[in-house]
């Protein structure tokens, strides 16, 4: 049967064409009559890319089947979830803060990070957080096929099993990129994709007190908030702010009335 799940590449490449046939019929003067019908094709082609588009890049939509940046909750609670790791010395620093603070996170995994540093991701485990696919080489999945993709995942949940005993749970494709293909695939696993709501681009290393600025202007109850213990995978970024940033982050939530969930526990709380 005919597949209707397209990657966005697809739909892209789909789209150009009309954008190019609509071009060509203004240009060679037909459809011209009572409106400029080829000219409104192609401007509705580039519309529709851009929606296309925006829809796979951006966390906090639904469009191409169902994903999680945030859950809609009357109680005080976030869940704090860090990125790329393991990557020493960082993801052991921040699972010190989580200690001493007493909460719990969620770690989103790469899982050639994982294969180079298992105690780290049994201290995640161990210590009552959870473990995140985060993809095996944190590839950018809008750029991948099918097979690609299943393959990222699996191997992923591969290295997380052979650690842990059991495979994750949650995925979080990197940079947060879906299409429909990609849900598709982490669909099949039954496994839940989950975004961010709240976002301070520490990767950057803006500053400690940026980062815990941008996090704490927009956190609400039920946000998911995104931080980085990891690089990707080529792993040259210090991430000394974002550590320091978390015991800021942790420390104004709790005076604020924040309580502290892993994504398990925030998924199940949605009203
Ligand atoms: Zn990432």
Redesign the pocket.
């Known amino acids: 049967m005919f597949d209707i799940k397209m990657s966005l590449i697809s739909i892209l490449a789909v789209l150009t064409v009309v954008v190019l046939v609509g071009l060509l019929l203004d240009y060679l003067r037909l459809l011209k009559r009572p409106a400029r019908l080829g000219l409104w094709l192609a401007i509705l082609g580039i519309i529709a890319g851009c929606v296309f588009t925006l829809n796979a890049v951006l966390p906090g939509n639904r469009f191409y089947g169902p994903t999680f940046s945030e859950v809609k909750t009357s109680q005080k609670i976030v869940a704090l979830t860090f990125?790329?790791g393991p990557y020493p010395p960082y993801t052991g620093r921040v699972l010190d803060i989580l200690r001493e603070e007493g909460v719990p996170a969620t770690f989103?995994v790469?899982g050639k990070n994982a294969e180079k540093h298992p105690e780290l991701v049994r201290r995640i485990i161990a210590e009552g957080h959870q473990v995140g696919n985060?993809t095996y080489n944190?590839l950018d999945l809008l750029k991948a096929d099918r097979a690609t993709i299943a393959d990222e995942v699996d191997r992923t949940n591969k290295v997380i099993a052979a650690i842990t005993g059991s495979p994750a749970k949650v995925v979080?494709p990197?940079?947060g990129f879906r299409d429909a293909v990609v849900l598709e695939v982490m669909a099949e696993r039954g496994m839940k994709v989950v975004e961010w709501s709240v976002l301070s681009r520490d990767w950057t290393n803006p500053g400690v007190e940026t980062i815990a600025q941008r996090t704490l202007d927009k956190v609400k109850s039920g946000a998911v908030i995104l931080l980085?213990d990891g690089d990707?995978i080529a792993a040259g970024s210090p991430r000394d702010q974002t550590v320091a940033a978390t015991r800021l982050i942790i420390r104004e939530l709790k005076a604020r009335g924040y309580n502290f969930v892993t994504v398990d526990e925030i998924l199940k709380t949605e009203e």
């Open positions: 990125d790329d989103f790469i985060h944190h979080r990197p940079h980085h990707g």
